[in-house]
């Protein structure tokens, strides 16, 4: 199956233009200078951004990011779960404690330090579209876990 994965994630590099490439390569620096703009604790930060990310597009996350920054708070920003996490992060609970899961913890690491190759791909549901090779609905799309994310986070790697 990860040989599928990687002549799918090939397709879609070799055709993306010159534009979306240099877009590509700036997105995580650019995360990262977002989540310095926030706090002088860039570790806070990024793990405030991570754990409001899941099922969150981007500029809906950078909105509630910047609105858990000026209540300091994670009220408002999502599910139950989202506020929690937050709320624990401006209470001083150590980041590494808070941000969970394979996608968010690979999120989290890559804002902190985007030029780091030796971080976990970050395997949202696009990464995993393009995987498989196809767009799947949200109904019929599995988040990826376990066994199936070292796949995909393989394939990525090759």
């Known amino acids: ?19 979306v490439m240099r877009s590509g390569i ?12 926030l706090d002088n604790d860039i570790v806070r930060s990024a793990a405030v951004i991570a754990v ?9 996350n950078k909105t509630l990011a910047l ?20 709320n624990r992060l401006f209470t001083g609970e150590n980041p590494h404690n808070v941000v969970k899961g394979p996608k968010v913890t690979a999120f989290f690491h890559t804002i902190l330090d985007p ?25 019929g799309r599995k988040p990826p876990a376990g066994k199936r994310y070292a796949e995909y986070a393989d394939a990525y790697r090759e």
């Open 1 to 19: 199956m990860t040989n599928d994965y990687v002549s799918n994630i090939l397709a879609v590099y070799n055709g993306a233009s010159g534009d």
């Open 26 to 37: 700036a997105w995580y620096a650019n995360a990262h200078a977002f989540a310095q703009s």
């Open 52 to 60: 409001i990310s899941p099922n969150t597009s981007w500029s809906a």
């Open 67 to 86: 609105k858990a920054y000026a209540n300091m708070s994670g009220e408002g920003v999502g599910f139950p779960d989202k506020v929690s996490k937050v």
């Open 115 to 139: 030029w780091n190759a030796n971080v976990v791909p970050v395997i949202d549901r696009h990464a995993q579209d393009i995987a498989v090779g196809f767009r799947n609905t949200e109904k």
